[in-house]
Each structure stands twice: as structure tokens, then as C-alpha cells.
């Protein structure tokens, strides 16, 4: 680029004349690449295009720009068939992450089970202060404490609509409580038809999808399905575990229960008939401690204690890959059943890719130390039990 002095009002042949006036000196940048003239006027500060030598260099930009348009779309396209950029989103965006939008605050043990009602309104949460506290999820406001007693890690359920919790405390048999009352209903569940006789020894408790009936866990390992309304037994008894069990999972449709024992065992029954449909060889040793089925039914996640996550296909009983190495002590399905997040105390919270077994984000929150997750089967509520005894709320939109 060369620059040159000339007098006012000097221009080329076209220019328009310059008024009389004080004799001030403008300024010519003549740009080598373009032949455009640039008329600075010092008086006014303002610039001004003054005219184009040849009309034609505007084609040629024109052209060399669309086709270098062409050349990067063409690049981006490759790049993104070969998998080098994603096929969705800005590669400038930041990364999605989980917003945290609440805490809460109360329990002063530890958090040994937590459990959304169908609805996703209601968040019953268990701890080892011998409580269940009972919380309005979506205002993140406490509805009240339940003296329940000692409740073990999967002890606790909500129904569908919200309004009975279920629980499982060690010694006590199971006992169902009113939300708005915050009263037991009736007696606890005994070993003899009605509400009298030997406590049951359970371990877990699953309400049905139509939250009529309520799946117990038994330390003698049978499982047994109860009339809510009537507290009242339904049918035979599951039988098939050797050990207690420690887990349960219904089916969307209510059809299909999976339960855990404690010899790392996984078994599927049909509700209906009380009939096993298959047992998962887990090839592993310890138990599973946390079950979660896809809202569609068809995979199972199962979280085997100290070792590993397994995905499993529920029909075929094949497992779903290679497992995910991570310890985990509880999980679940998001309400669209593309991710599942786990929880373990040493690695913290983490969202996972059903279909490729991938973590999707870095761990959620800074803090490594939690125990139980729950995901809201509405919308996009996650809710992680700390160490701390604290309940943390997440919106995990965008991360779908």
C-alpha cells in the first residue's frame, strides 16, 4: 500500500469539486491490492470511498469469496463424515453442563436412599439419621419428616401419584405413610395376611407403575407383592434368590420386575403369571446395589457393588457391551432413556451415552463424594445424595 499527499480538492477525473475554503491537507491511501481510493478529510475525521479505478475487481472478489465459501463447506462436510467434528452444535459454544439450582438441607446422617414419585413432584429422601424426609421438588421446599427408623439404601419408595411413600426399616417390617398427613397407614406390612404378626425383614421396596401394588425385597431373598389399599398379599411369592435382596426395578407397563440378590444375581419376572422370565449371568462377585429399567423396558442397568456398571438387553438377557469400570452404588435413567447417570463415592456424578457406554461431560458438580442419584422421571431434574447428608438439584437440560 502506498500513501501520498496532495493538494485539497486534487481527485480523480470524476471526483466532485471541493468547496472554497481554509486550505487543509487530505490524506490518499491507495490500498495496492484493491486500487481503491480512500479520501480522509481532516476536518471532519469522516472517510469517504472516493471511487473504484476498475469495476471489475469487484467480480473477481466476488468470485474468489464464494469460491472459497464452497472450498470450507466442503471441508467442514468431510470433516464431520470422518467423526474429526461433531454433526450438531457450535464448536465455538461451551460445553453444556449440569446447572445446579438448589439444596436441600436437614438430614444430619448420612443419605442412604432417595426415590421421585412418578409425577416428579414429590423426592422422598432416606438417611442414616433414621428419618425420611419428604420435599417438593419443583420448589425445593420440605413437606416434612417421617420418624421411620433405621432405612436401608433402597428402603425407600414414592408412588406414582405422589401421595404414599413406602418404606423398608430393618427390624420394623415396611410401612406406608400418608405425604399430606405425614401419617403411617395402618400398621406395618406383617408376615401373616393383614397388618398382625411377625415384622417383615425387608431390604428394598418398588411400587407398581399404577401404584397399586408394592414389590418387597425380603432378607430371606423371596420377594412378595402387596395389595397397597388392602395390605393385603397378591399372588405367590417370587422365589429364586438365595440371599436377601437388595434391589428392584417394574417395568414402565408394570409387566416385568427386575430384582437383585446378594450373589450377584439378577433375575426378571413376569408379574402377572409370578413366573421367572430369566436370570443375567453377571459374572462378577459382590451384589448389585442399585437397578434401573429404560423407560421403554428394554435395558436394564445394573450397578455391582465396588466393581462396575452392566447394561443389559432385556429380551435377549445379553449384555450390552464391554461393562463401565466406575464402582458406582447408584443409578438411573433419564426420562427419555438415552442417558444414565451413576453415582460412586470416589468418582462422583456422571452422565452416560446408553447407546455407546460414553461419559457425556466431565462429572457433574466439584464434588466427588456422593452416594445416590435419582433422575425425575419428568423433565430434566436430577437429584444427587452427598456425603455431606445435603440433597443437590440439577437442571440437566441441553445435555440430552
Known sequence: MRVAEVPAGAGEADDPPVPAGPQVKNT?????????????KTISGGVHHHGWRSPRVL?????????????????????????????????????????????????????????????????????MDKTVRLWDAPNHRELGTLATGLVNPNGVAVS?????????????????????????????LSETEGMRGMPIMAMAVEFSPDSRLLAVGELSGQVRLWDVASHR?????LVGHTSGVFAMAFSADGRVLATSGGNATVRLWDVTSYQQL????????????????????????????????????????????????????????????????????????????????????????SNPA??????????????????????RLWDMTGLG
Open 59 to 127: 467480480l473477481i472478489g466476488a468470485a474468489a469469496g464464494a469460491m472459497l465459501l464452497v472450498v470450507a463447506l466442503v471441508l467442514v462436510r468431510w470433516l464431520t463424515d470422518s467423526g474429526a467434528l461433531p454433526a450438531t452444535g457450535n464448536p465455538l459454544a461451551p460445553p453444556a453442563t449440569a446447572r445446579e439450582t438448589g439444596i436441600l438441607s436437614g438430614h444430619t446422617g448420612m443419605i442412604t436412599g432417595m426415590k421421585f414419585s412418578g409425577n416428579g413432584q414429590v423426592l422422598a429422601t432416606a438417611s
Open 233 to 237: 398379599r397378591v399372588g405367590k411369592p
Open 278 to 365: 430369566g436370570q443375567l449371568p453377571l459374572g462378577s462377585f459382590g451384589f448389585v446395589q442399585s437397578l434401573a429399567l429404560s423407560p421403554d423396558g428394554r435395558t436394564l442397568a445394573c450397578a455391582v457393588s465396588g466393581l462396575n456398571t452392566q447394561l443389559w438387553d432385556v429380551a435377549s438377557r445379553q449384555r450390552l457391551g464391554e461393562p463401565i469400570n466406575n464402582s458406582a452404588t447408584s443409578l438411573g435413567f433419564s426420562s427419555d432413556g438415552k442417558r444414565l447417570v451413576t453415582a460412586s463415592a470416589g468418582q462422583g456424578v456422571q452422565l452416560w451415552d446408553v447407546a455407546s457406554r460414553e461419559p457425556r461431560g466431565d462429572p457433574i458438580g
Open 28 to 40: 490518499v491511501t491507495v490500498s495496492a491490492k484493491t486500487d481503491m481510493v480512500v479520501l480522509a
Open 160 to 188: 406414582q401419584d405422589g401421595r404414599t411413600v413406602a418404606v423398608a426399616p430393618s427390624g420394623r417390617g415396611v410401612q406406608l405413610w400418608d405425604v399430606a398427613s405425614r401419617k403411617q397407614l395402618g400398621e406395618s
Open 370 to 391: 456422593a452416594t445416590h442419584v435419582s433422575y425425575s422421571p419428568v423433565g430434566q431434574t436430577l437429584a444427587t445424595g452427598m456425603l455431606d447428608n445435603s440433597v
